[in-house]
């Protein structure tokens, strides 16, 4: 089973997209998918984690648009038990989940610009 398997690829414009991600893959590149909703981008940000030298580490997919924004940074960074009120645990972060992996940031235009600061 090839790591593109799922992508449809029969159009040249298509085929030039599977080809850039067999190169970008092997790279340590911070890859930039843009696309409209539906389009496939998380699909390809697998391919590009299961090619990567990554591979054996997490994958983590992340929709900010499924995430209330009051919840985001909790879930993004995680936090540690008495960091707040109410934290009468820790939890860890999507960040640590993917550890040293690939992290895949869907919606981050939901996302406020105070957490995308944060973020970046």
């Known amino acids: 089973m090839s ?3 799922g992508i449809v690829a029969a159009s040249e414009p298509m085929l030039q997209v599977c080809r ?13 998918l843009l696309g409209e909703s539906g389009t496939g981008k998380e699909v390809l940000a697998r391919a590009l984690h299961s090619l990567s030298p990554r591979v054996d580490k997490g994958f983590v997919a992340i929709n900010c648009a499924a995430i209330p924004e009051n919840l985001l940074e909790s879930e993004l960074f995680g936090y540690r038990k008495g960091a707040f009120t109410n934290a009468s645990g820790s939890k860890t972060g999507f960040f640590e989940t993917a ?4 992290i895949f940031i869907d919606e981050i235009e939901n996302m406020s610009h ?7």
Do not use: F, M
Request: aromatic share 0%; glycine share 4%; charged share 15%.
């Open 3 to 5: 790591p593109l398997d």
């Open 20 to 32: 850039i991600v067999e190169k970008v893959a092997p790279t340590n590149a911070t890859t930039l």
């Open 99 to 102: 550890n040293s992996g690939t």
């Open 114 to 120: 105070a957490t995308q600061s944060k973020l970046l």
